[in-house]
């Protein structure tokens, strides 16, 4: 899985955002607000991949437990999914 190419995330005063741009602006009028996690996780989906590279990810950058990571990245999915972020 990876990011469609029309979303871009830029750091403003701060704080991490998603925008659309191009044809995406069209239909998702908006921003999206990513906490350090999310940005993480957001630049690991700029290239494909799959949950288990998420997951391997994840814990080399962060110290916390397999299952935590796995529940974050399953919420984090679910949303972009939603959101129809994802190709």
């Known amino acids: 899985m990876k990011i469609k190419s029309d979303y871009v ?3 403003v005063a701060g704080t991490c955002v998603v925008v659309p741009t191009g ?3 069209i239909d998702f009028s908006g921003m999206i607000s990513l906490n350090g996690t999310g940005a993480f996780l957001w ?3 700029a290239e494909d ?3 288990q590279e998420l ?6 950058e962060y110290e916390t437990d397999e299952a935590t990571v796995k529940a974050d ?3 984090f999915l ?3 999914k939603e959101a129809d ?3």
Not at 55 to 60: D, G, K, P, Q, V
């Open 9 to 11: 995330m830029r750091e």
């Open 23 to 25: 044809k995406a602006s």
């Open 43 to 45: 630049k690991q989906l």
């Open 49 to 51: 991949k799959t949950e």
């Open 55 to 60: 997951l391997s990810a994840m814990l080399e």
């Open 73 to 75: 990245i399953s919420e």
């Open 78 to 80: 679910q949303k972009l």
């Open 85 to 87: 972020l994802l190709e």
